[in-house]
């Protein structure tokens, strides 16, 4: 087989392979979609609940009366307008989620059609680069060519896993500056307690802000490192459960916005975001060894390659 068939032979196995990953993605994703397209009809119900509290109780009615005697109904309007917006966001926050699952779903099923006809024409040029083979040199030649096929799979093995950790530490980076964020706001908060005042006020906000907004692209981040994951399980059962995770963010949306920045909500906070990044990075760690393992055996089975080749007669 001439080394343009060849070139021919290994882009049908990698078209092959980002099939098979394209096929795993998209299976964690429609489940994901599910879990997501429930979650947001449960807190649209939560969001039109809310809205209603707040409703009846600008309408002057028994119930703000009731509060209006008791001299407590600003307090009761405050609270159920921070319960409305902590709804809000996290239902905003659950549309934004869902959405970029269905974009992605969609890109990837376009892919997917590039590379239906792979599978055949992978066999067929296995076929024909075996039988030229076996005609040529024999026992020695299919050896060979099943040597250069595992070491493909390696090479694509490796792509695979390092593209799973350029995922992993674009998650880690966002969850390092919402963690620097909240270290800001505790700084600033301490200061606020002491009667800081207006400045350190906002400066707690601000940095609250930041987080917030770090948080929200940790989220996206860490749904693109899982489906990276999909593809190797075989490999290794390194898993990222990112249920605890959005259980955070509602925490963060509902603690920081009853308790109005409370400093032991922040603090909370601050301890969830360095739980999920320590997840990451221990996930990491099994990646590059992952690596590392595969590298180890590009090389060996290039060396074995060699050595059959000087040792063929």
Not at 98 to 114: C, F, K, N
Not at 262 to 291: A, R
Request: charged share 30%; proline share 0%.
């Amino acid at each position: 087989m001439s080394s343009e068939n060849d070139i021919q032979l290994k882009q049908a196995q990698q078209s092959v392979a980002r099939l098979h990953k394209i096929d795993a993605i998209l299976q964690d994703l429609k489940v994901e979609q599910v879990e997501l397209a429930r979650r947001k009809y449960e807190l649209e119900k939560i969001l039109l609940k809310e809205n209603d509290d707040v409703f009846k109780l600008e309408r002057t009615g028994l119930a703000s009366l009731f509060y209006i005697v008791l001299g407590r109904f600003e307090e009761k309007m405050d609270k159920e307008r921070q319960e409305a917006l902590a709804a809000k966001l996290k239902y905003d926050q659950a549309k934004r989620d869902l959405a970029d699952v269905e974009a992605r779903i969609a890109e990837l099923t376009a892919e997917r059609g590039q590379y239906l006809h792979y599978p055949q024409i992978f066999e067929e040029l296995c076929a024909q680069k075996k039988a030229e083979l076996m005609q040529e040199n024999g026992e020695t030649a299919e050896k060979i060519f099943e040597l250069e096929n595992a070491q493909n799979q390696a090479k694509i093995n490796l792509q695979e896993i390092q593209e799973a950790i350029e995922a992993g530490e674009a998650v880690s980076e966002c969850l390092q500056a919402a963690e620097q964020s909240l270290d800001k706001a505790l700084g600033w908060g301490i200061f606020d307690l002491l009667g800081g005042g207006l400045i350190s006020t906002f400066a707690k906000h601000s940095h609250i802000d930041d987080a917030e907004s770090k948080i929200e692209e940790a989220q996206r981040l860490l749904r693109s490192f899982r489906t990276e994951l999909a593809d190797i399980q075989f490999h290794t059962d390194i898993w990222m459960e990112t249920g605890g995770f959005a259980k955070f963010a509602d925490f963060f949306f509902d603690g920081l916005i009853a308790d109005w920045f409370m400093q032991s909500k922040i603090k909370h906070s601050h301890e969830s975001v360095s739980k999920v990044k320590n997840k990451v990075s221990d996930i990491l760690e099994q990646l590059q060894y992952l690596k590392n393992k595969e590298n180890s055996r590009i090389e060996q089975l290039e060396e074995e390659i060699k050595t059959t080749i000087v040792n063929a007669k």
